[in-house]
T-cell receptor
Framework: GQQVMQIPQYQHVQEGEDFTTYCNSS?????IQWYKQRPGGHPVFLIQ?????EVKKQKRLTFQFGEAKKNSSLHITATQTTDVGTYFC??????????FGAGTRLFVKA | EPEVTQTPSHQVTQMGQEVILRCVPI?????FYWYRQILGQKVEFLVS????????KSEIFDDQFSVERPDGSNFTLKIRSTKLEDSAMYFC??????????????FGPGTRLTVL
């Protein structure tokens, strides 16, 4: 069945350093979403990418969707302690089912 | 700001018992979902619901599971005979627009189910 892989599993950074998480799907996606989950919290929608090669920015966050619509990345510039949490990508192939990646847990040391 | 609510926040039950998890989606949303997350693991899709019927379900959502929208506001997940491996956080989510261009799902705070 469809799988969405995400790496790395964990990332420890010093505040101010950059952070990137990568997502790869076994099948072509119609769209990909990114969510953030704080420790003890619930997933919160960040963004959705739909077009091949799409790049979107939200302040210090940059999201990319690959040309083949099978991979995606999230890059955070100059991390802050408020960025801590787990970042999930979630892919959709056109139906109702959304497949989440395993998530990358970000730790930021002040 | 409107939000998805879930009750109870924590449910403890004995193996073999039935549980009903309740959700109130955002009022003008049309698409509803249940997910589960075993502690420390990824979020897993269980089922989606639209127009008063299941639109898609995963292999996890077997005959022990059922969903219902008994009135205009509540959306429930029933597990008929709980197993130890059903212990997880269960999230309800709702979405207003499932078009290709926009698919933001709003998640509730979750119900932590513990099966003893």
């Amino acid at each position: 069945g469809q799988q969405v892989m995400q790496i790395p599993q964990y990332q420890h950074v010093q505040e101010g350093e950059d952070f990137t998480t990568y997502c790869n799907s076994s099948t072509t996606l119609s769209n990909i979403q990114w969510y953030k989950q704080r420790p003890g919290g619930h997933p919160v929608f960040l963004i959705q990418l739909v077009k091949s090669g799409e790049v979107k920015k939200q302040k210090r966050l940059t999201f990319q969707f690959g040309e083949a619509k099978k991979n995606s990345s999230l890059h955070i510039t100059a991390t802050q302690t408020t960025d801590v949490g787990t970042y999930f990508c979630a892919g959709n192939t056109g139906g109702f089912k959304t497949i989440f990646g395993a998530g990358t847990r970000l730790f930021v040391k002040a | 700001e409107p939000e998805v609510t879930q009750t109870p926040s924590h449910q403890v039950t004995q193996m073999g018992q039935e549980v009903i998890l309740r959700c109130v989606p955002i009022s003008n949303h049309l698409y509803f979902y249940w997910y589960r997350q075993i502690l420390g693991q990824k979020v897993e899709f269980l089922v989606s619901f639209y127009n008063n019927e299941i639109s898609e379900k995963s292999e996890i959502f077997d005959d022990q599971f059922s969903v219902e929208r008994p009135d205009g506001s509540n959306f429930t997940l029933k597990i008929r005979s709980t197993k130890l491996e059903d212990s997880a956080m269960y999230f309800c989510a709702s979405c207003n627009n499932r078009g290709m261009s926009y698919n933001e799902q709003f998640f509730g705070p979750g119900t932590r189910l513990t099966v003893l």
